[in-house]
């Protein structure tokens, strides 16, 4: 054998061990990429969540809005029947009974409405912060995922643990994502 090729075969069993060695670094790449694309998924789904949960508040609140506005221009015909001059008196007590009921339907309907759409807003609310603890740990994990990746650079394990710091920190989001509602 000759020196050269004994140089080589050392080398070659040296780059062996060194990548051996940053199997684990790799492995840790790997759980962090999906990680990081789960997140996404996950922040994405809660934002468009809080926004369809938005518009179900806003028709609520609409409703409710719409409800108030009749009851005060029935409020309004009922004082118009009741002061101005009618040409019949019966048909204007018949109308005004009807405007009576539609206001006892309408007085008894608007706090459920109000109830429904503030519910409806607080959802929005709950959703919201769980789409920005989503997205704080998304931006962790990549934060982790990056720092990671330069250890495969500079050989250099210390960035591997800062990036596990940067990646276990983006757990600890997820998790209040999910457990603080």
């Known amino acids: 054998m000759e020196a050269n090729e004994a140089q080589e075969l050392k080398e070659h069993a040296e780059h062996g061990a060194h990548e051996a060695t ?79 009921a539609h206001r006892a339907k309408w007085a008894e309907e608007l706090p459920q409405d109000q109830q429904q759409a503030e519910a409806l807003e607080a959802k929005v609310d709950r959703a919201e912060a769980r789409a920005d603890r989503l997205d704080l740990a998304e931006a962790l994990l990549e934060i982790g995922l990056v720092i990671t990746s330069v250890t495969l650079l500079t050989k250099s394990r210390v960035y591997w643990f800062i990036g596990l710091a940067f990646s276990a920190a983006g757990l600890v989001a997820i998790a209040a994502g999910f457990l603080f509602k």
């Not at 028709?59 to 108030?68: F, G, L, R, S, V």
């Not at 309004?76 to 009974?97: I, S, Y």
Request: aromatic fraction near 6%.
């Open 22 to 100: 940053l199997r684990p670094v790799a492995f840790t790449m790997s759980v962090l990429a999906v990680l990081v694309a789960v997140t996404t998924v996950l922040g994405h789904r809660t934002h468009t969540e809080a926004v369809l949960d938005q518009n179900k508040a806003t028709d609520e609140w609409n409703e409710y809005q719409a409800k108030k506005i009749r009851d005060y221009n029935t409020s309004l015909a009922m004082d118009a029947l009741r002061t101005g001059p009618v040409a019949n008196k019966d048909e204007a007590e018949k109308k005004a009974k009807e405007y009576a």
